[in-house]
C-alpha cells in the first residue's frame, strides 16, 4: 500500500464520513432563538471534512508515482497488529463474563505465544505475574474496582 | 501589602510537624494517584473527605491541595514512559515525552519533566500569594467571546502540531471536533450522534479516547515487528539518566511559558489545565529555532506543558480562594470540603482566615520541593522499566490501559470505547494523520462551541461582539495571525523559488 | 396407622406455612457494602451530599456496613438511572436522586428509565432558589428588573444551567406571569454562572442561598428575591416572589433516596426506619443548616404522590417553554 494509495482511500472514507455527518446535522435545528442551534457546527463540520478530504483524494492522485514506496510486506505486519487488537477486544467482551485476572490472562497468552511464538510457559507466568501484580496494586491497595467474576477476579 | 509579614506566618503554620507530615503524605499520594492513568485527583480527594473531619483544618486542606498538584508531578511519567496519558493534562507531554524515550532519553525527560514541574509550580504559587485578588478581578472580564477567542487561539495551535501535512492535521483536528459534540447538547437538550445510546449523552469519555488513541494505538503500530520495534535503548550511566546543562539552558523560555501560561489559564474558571498545556507547546514551537524537531523528541517540548500543567494547579485556585468560585472538576471538591469544615469560601475566606489561606501557600513552596526532591531520584528507578523485554512490556501497557480506563467510570462502555479508539489511532499512525490534532478538536470543541453560542446569546446574534471587545479581538488578531503563517511561507518559499530560477 | 399418614403430611405442611409466614416477615439488614450511585462525577452536587450522607450515616452507627458512593455521571442522570435500573432484585444499591431525574426522561429519548420505574425510598432535602443581581446594579427588587427588561425586551441576560433546568423553567414561568423578557445563556458550571454574573456579562441569575451568601456578605451580590413559600430565615429582609405580586408556581429542587424497581418490602422498610432515625439526628440538622437546605423529608404515599405530581407539572412546564417533550 502506498502513501498515496492510503491517502486516497483514507481521503475516501473521510468524505463518506463527512457526508454522513452533513446528513445528521441537517435533522437537527440549525437556528435557535439567539445564536446557531445544535445543527449549526456539525453541519459545517461535516462541510470541512468533505471539503478537506475531497482535497486529500485530489491530491493524492495528482502527485507522481515515482513517489510510490514499496511497503508490501507491511500487509502481514497489518495482520499481527490487527490480530493483536481483536485478541484485546475478545478480552475485554470476556471481562464482564470471566473477570479482569483470567481475560488478561489469556490476552497475554495470546500476544506471548500466538504473536511471538515463545513458550506458553513464559506467557502463563507473565500473565500470571502482571494479573497479580494489578489485582494487589488496584483493587487492595487503591480499592478501585475492577471487572470481576463469580469467584472474585 | 504585607505580603513577607503574612508568608512567615504561612510558614510557621506549614512548618508545624503535623502538616509537614499531611503535606509529605498529600503530595506522595497525589504523585502516585497522578501516574496511574484514569484514577485521578478528584476521585483520590472525593474518598478523603470524611477522613478529614478529625484533621484540623488548614492541615487538611494542606493535604489535599498536595493530592491535587501532586497529581500534576505524577502525570508525565506514563506519557513519557508508555505512551499513556496519565492525566488528560499529560496528553501534550506524549507527543515528545515518548519519543525522547524512545531515543534512550527517558531519563531526561522525565528529569525535566519534575524540573519544570517544579519551577512552574513555584512560579504558580508565588501568583497566587502576590497577584491572586487582582488577577481573579481581571478572570471576571472574560465573558464567552473572550472564551472563545481563546479556544480559537487554541485551535490555530493544529498550525504546529502539523508536521508534513496541512490537510491531514486539518481533517484530524476535524474528526476531534465532531467527537466533542457527540452528547446532550447544553442549550437545546438535543441529544447529537448517540446512536441511541444511553451511555453516549455524556459524550466520549476522554480519557478512553486518549488513551485509546495514543497507548493502544501505539502498541498495535509496534505489534507488528515481529521481536518488537526498535527496542528502547536505555542510556548507560546515571549521568545520562538525567538532564544535562545544555537540555536546562534549552528549556529556559520553556520554564517561563508553562509557568505563565498555566497560571494564567488556570484562573478561568471553565478553561482547564489541558488547553493550558497545548497553549504552552504551541508557543515554544512558535518561538524555537527549531520548530520542524517538534514532535520527534525535542526536550522543551515536555519542559513546556509540563510546566503549564503545574501553575495551572495554582491558578486555579486563585478564583476559588479569592471568590469562592471552583474552576474545574477538583476545586469543586476542595470548595466542598471547605464547606465541610464549616469555612465560607467566598470574598472574605482570606481576610478571616488568613491562617489558612497564608498556611496553604507556604505549605505549596514546601510541597513543591518535597515534589521535587522526591520525584528526581525516582527518574532512574522509573526508566529501568523500559528495561522490561516487550513481550512483558507490552502486556502491561494493554493492562494498565484497560483498569485506567475501567477505573474513571467503573464502566466497560468505556473500555470498549478505549478499544475502538486503538484501532482509530493505528491506523491514524499508519496514515500519517497527527493524534495530538484530533485530541485538540476534542479538548477544546466544547468549549469553542459552547463560547461562540453564549457569545451570540449575549450579543443577541451580532456576532461583531467577537471582535469588537478588546481582549477578545487581540487573542482573536493573534489567532488569525498564526493561522496565516503557513500560507506566508508558502508564498515566502514560492518567491525564493521564483528569484533563484530567474537567477 | 392411616392416621398417621394423613397427620404427618399435614403436620409438615402447617409447620412449612407457618415458617414462611415468619420468613416474610424476615428483617432485611445489609451484609456487605453498600452502593450509593449518584448522577455526578466526583465534586458536583449530589456527590458531595451522597458522601456526607453516607459519612454522617456511619457516624451514628446508622447502618452496619460501609456506603461507598459510584460515580454515574452521563446524560445529566439518564446514566445513573439506567445503571439503577439494571440493579433490579440488587438489595444493596440505593441512588441519589435530585429533581432532573424527573425531569431529563421527559425531554431525552434514550433516557428510557423514569423515576416511577424505581422504587422511592425518602426525600430529604428541598433546596431553596433565590434571585440574584449584581450588588451595583439598578434593581433593588423585582419590580425593578422586571420594569427594566418590559423596556428593553430581550436585552437583558440570565446566567443558568441548561433550558430544562429549574432556573430556565423558574425564568419561563415569570415572563409569562409578567409578560417581561430577557435572555437566558446557559453556563455549565456553577461557577462560570456566578463568575459571569460577578463580571457584569448577565445581569440577573437563579443561585441557591448557600452559594450567594459569601458574596452578599462581601457585598458583591444582591438579593432581590425568594423563589420559596415563606422568607427564608437567613435573609429575612427578603421578600418572596409571591409576596411581591408575582405569582408563579415554585419549582422545589428536591433530593432524597431511590431504590431499584420493585424493591421487596423488607429492604424499603429497612432504608425507610434507617432515613427516619436519620433524619432526628442533630449532626443531620447541622449538616442543612450549613448548607442551607430544607429539611424537606417525606416517605411513602404522600413521594410517590410528590413524583406524579412534579412530573405532570414540569411536563406542562416544559411544554410551554417550548422544549421537545418525549414522554
Redesign the interface.
Known sequence: MTRDKGNLISGACLVAFGIYVISVAAKLPYIADVGPGPGFFPLWLGIGLVLFAAYLMFASVMSSAAKAKSESQSWKAGGRALAGWSAMMIAIALLGRIGFGLSFVILTIFLIVALDRRPALLAVGVGVGLAVAFHLIFVVALDVSLPKAIWGF | MDALGNLLLGFSVALSPINLFWCLVGVILGTVVGV?PG?GP??T???L??LT?KMDHTTAIIALAGIFYGARYGGSTTSILLNIPGESSSVVTCLDGYQMARQGRAGAALGISAIASFVAGTVGVLGLMLIAPPLARF??????PEYFALMVLGLAMVVFLAGDSM??A??AM??G??LA?I????????????F????????VDFIAATVGIFA?GE???N?????GAELFKLAKGLRNLLPTLQDLKDCRFAFLNGSVIGFFIGAL??AGATVASFLSYGLEKAVSRHPEKFGTGVIEGVAAPEGANNADAGGALV?LLT?????G??T??LL?GL??W?Y??????IQEHPELFWGLVASMYIGNVLLLVLNLPLVPLFAQILRLPY??L???V??IS??GV??V????FD??MM?FF??LG??MR????PAAALVLGMVLGDGL??A???????S??DITILAMRPISGTLLFIAVTILCLPAIRKVRSWRVEAVEREG | MKLRTILLPITVATVMAISAGFASGQEFKPSKQIEAVVHTGPGGGSDLLARAIAELLQKEKLIPQRMQVVNKPGGGPAVAMSYLAEKKGETHTIGFFTGVWVTNPLTTAEATVTVKDLTPIVRLVLEPAVIAVKADSPYKNMKDFIDAAKKNPKQLAQSGGTITSRDNLMRLLIQKATGAQWNFISFPSGGERLSNLLGGHVQMMVIEPQEAGEQIRAGNLRVIAALTEKRLAALPNVPTIKEQGIDVPLIPQARGVLAPPAAPREVVQYWEGVFERFEKTASWKQYLEQNQFEDGYLKGPPLSKFFDDLTVQMRDVLKEAGAKVVR
Open positions: 496511574l484514577l478528584a476521585a480527594i472525593a474518598m473527605l470524611p473531619l478572570a471576571l472580564r472574560f465573558a464567552p490537510v491531514k486539518l481533517l476535524l474528526v471536533l465532531w459534540t452528547g446532550t447538547d447544553l442549550f437545546s437538550a438535543e441529544s447529537r450522534f448517540t441511541g445510546q444511553v451511555k453516549l449523552l455524556g459524550g493502544i502498541v498495535l503500530v505489534l507488528e515487528a515481529r521481536g474558571p471553565g478564583p471568590l469562592g468560585i471552583p474552576g472538576n477538583t469543586a471538591i466542598g464547606i465541610l464549616g465560607k469560601p467566598g470574598p472574605l475566606l513481550y512483558i507490552y502486556p502491561l494493554f493492562g484497560i483498569v475501567y477505573s467510570n467503573n464502566s466497560l473500555v470498549w478499544g486503538g484501532l493505528y491506523f499508519k496514515l500519517d494523520f462551541e459552547r461562540l453560542r453564549q457569545s451570540l446569546m449575549m443577541q446574534g
